[in-house]
């Protein structure tokens, strides 16, 4: 590969146009081994070295499409590297991009977590466990997750959420066996169970 031109779009990117590969842009983050000093315009590279190149130029690619994404709603790591190899993405490129979003706290599991919490319970009322199930469903780590319900539950009452999933299931007619298990499904425990069934009981005298 020769550089016929590189212009720099910022302090650490640049746009390349080369003899062998389409005009693309490249962080020198992504680079392995190369040094920065050697992408110049006029320089020759070996097979490999070029590859290098090329890699960086994808890496970029998967960041800037990620970039996107972000910049609509917060994501897990996971269901983002999802997202952009279903976009035919190489792997390691999504990655290196993945590692470099995660570096400048654009991509934040922890972030996605209690965002995820958030506008989750704004339209069901569910319990812990069920709460930390859905978030390592997506990816997050359970340390992660457990955090961040901690956070929740220390502004919001777990025994309100409890009620609010009883008062549904109520008005959907279920009872007995079928009321107790749609609330275990949802994750709470016994003990809140039953401290919300006597709240409702309570009140309907």
């Not at 949802?186 to 409702?200: P, T």
Request: with cysteine; proline share 1%.
């Amino acid at each position: 590969m020769h550089i016929i031109s590189m212009e720099q779009v910022s302090s650490d990117c640049v746009k390349i146009e080369s003899d062998t590969a389409p005009v693309f842009f490249m962080r020198f983050v992504y680079l392995m081994t190369l040094s920065p000093e050697r992408v110049v315009a006029g320089t020759d590279f070996t097979d490999e070295e070029a590859a290098e190149l090329v890699q960086a130029g994808l890496a970029f690619a998967a960041e800037q499409k990620a970039y996107e994404y972000l910049c609509r709603a917060e994501h897990s790591r996971s269901g983002l590297y999802t997202k952009l190899l279903q976009k035919g993405m190489d792997k390691d490129a999504v990655n290196a991009a993945l590692d470099y979003l995660e570096g400048r706290r654009y991509l934040s599991d922890a972030r996605f977590a209690e965002s995820w919490l958030r506008t989750h319970l704004l339209g069901k009322a569910q319990g812990r466990t069920r709460l930390l199930s859905e978030l390592l469903a997506r990816g997050v780590g359970r340390e992660t997750a457990k955090e961040a319900l901690d956070a929740y539950f220390e502004e919001h009452s777990e025994d309100e959420l409890c009620e609010r999933a009883l008062e549904k299931a109520l008005r959907a007619g279920k009872t007995g066996d079928k009321l107790m298990q749609s609330l275990l499904a949802s994750g709470f425990s016994y003990k809140q169970i039953k401290a919300a069934l006597a709240a409702s009981s309570g009140s309907a005298l």
